[in-house]
T-cell receptor, first 116, second 112 residues
Framework: GAVVSQHPSRVICKSGTSVKIECRSLDFQATTMFWYRQFPKQSLMLMATSNEGSKATYEQGVEKDKFLINHASLTLSTLTVTSAHPEDSSFYIC????????????FGPGTRLTVL | DQQVKQNSPSLSVQEGRISILNCDYTNSMFDYFLWYKKYPAEGPTFLISISSIKDKNEDGRFTVFLNKSAKHLSLHIVPSQPGDSAVYFCAASDVNGNQFYFGTGTSLTVIP
C-alpha cells in the first residue's frame, strides 16, 4: 500500500534557528501534498496545500514567510520553519494524494517539533 | 505498508439510519485511536477517541467501538444527518502519542 514518510520524526531546536521537515511519498507520485499542524485538542489545522512545480497555497492566518513550503518533485515536499519560536512547538503532519481519479489521502506519521 | 486501513472508500446512508464506518490496524502497540471528520477544503476535525483500555466510547450520536483482538474499530453515527456527509479518517498512535498513523478515509454521504 501507499506510504508517506516524514523526516525527522522528532526535532529539538533553539529559538531563532530554522528547521526543515521532509515529506516523501515512497511508492507513488503525489500531485498534491498537504501540511497540517496538530493542536492540543487533537484537531488538525490545514496550513497549506502544495502542488508540484507551483507555489503552495497557504490558509488564512498562516505566515508564508515563516513556513516555507517547497514541492520540488512528485515525491517530495518540504516545510521549513524559519526563525522558530517556542510557540511553533507542535506536531506537524503531511499528507499526499496520488495521481488518479480518487481523492484518497495518505498521511505521514508526523514530526514533533520542540523549540527551546 | 499502511498500518491503519479503511477499506471502504465511500458509504451512502439514508437520513435517520445508522452509519457504520470501519477501520483496521496491524500494530498491536497502538494504544490510542481517533476519528476525524473532514469537509472539503478544510483540515480534519477531531471527532471522538478511545484508548485501548476501553471497548466503547460514546459522545452524543457518535460511538466508537474497539475490538483489540481483531484489531478493528468502528464509528457508529445514529441517527445519520445530511450534515454528517464528509470524509472520515481513523488514526492510531502509541501510548506516548509520538506518531500518528492515519487511514485513507471513507467518504460518507447521508441522503435526505
Amino acid at each position: 500500500g501507499a506510504v508517506v514518510s516524514q523526516h525527522p520524526s522528532r526535532v529539538i531546536c533553539k529559538s531563532g534557528t530554522s528547521v526543515k521537515i521532509e515529506c516523501r511519498s515512497l511508492d507513488f507520485q503525489a500531485t498534491t501534498m498537504f501540511w497540517y499542524r496538530q493542536f492540543p485538542k487533537q484537531s488538525l489545522m490545514l496550513m497549506a496545500t502544495s502542488n508540484e512545480g507551483s507555489k503552495a497555497t497557504y490558509e488564512q492566518g498562516v505566515e508564508k514567510d515563516k513556513f516555507l513550503i517547497n514541492h520540488a518533485s512528485l515525491t517530495l515536499s518540504t516545510l521549513t520553519v524559519t526563525s522558530a519560536h517556542p510557540e511553533d512547538s507542535s506536531f506537524y503532519i503531511c499528507s499526499a494524494t496520488p495521481k488518479g481519479p480518487y481523492n484518497e489521502q495518505f498521511f505521514g506519521p508526523g514530526t514533533r517539533l520542540t523549540v527551546l | 505498508d499502511q498500518q491503519v486501513k479503511q477499506n471502504s472508500p465511500s458509504l451512502s446512508v439514508q437520513e435517520g439510519r445508522i452509519s457504520i464506518l470501519n477501520c483496521d490496524y496491524t500494530n498491536s502497540m497502538f494504544d490510542y485511536f481517533l476519528w476525524y471528520k473532514k469537509y472539503p477544503a478544510e483540515g480534519p476535525t477531531f471527532l471522538i477517541s478511545i484508548s485501548s483500555i476501553k471497548d466503547k466510547n460514546e459522545d452524543g450520536r457518535f460511538t466508537v467501538f474497539l475490538n483489540k483482538s481483531a484489531k478493528h474499530l468502528s464509528l457508529h453515527i445514529v441517527p445519520s444527518q445530511p450534515g454528517d456527509s464528509a470524509v472520515y479518517f481513523c488514526a492510531a498512535s502509541d501510548v506516548n502519542g509520538n506518531q500518528f498513523y492515519f487511514g485513507t478515509g471513507t467518504s460518507l454521504t447521508v441522503i435526505p
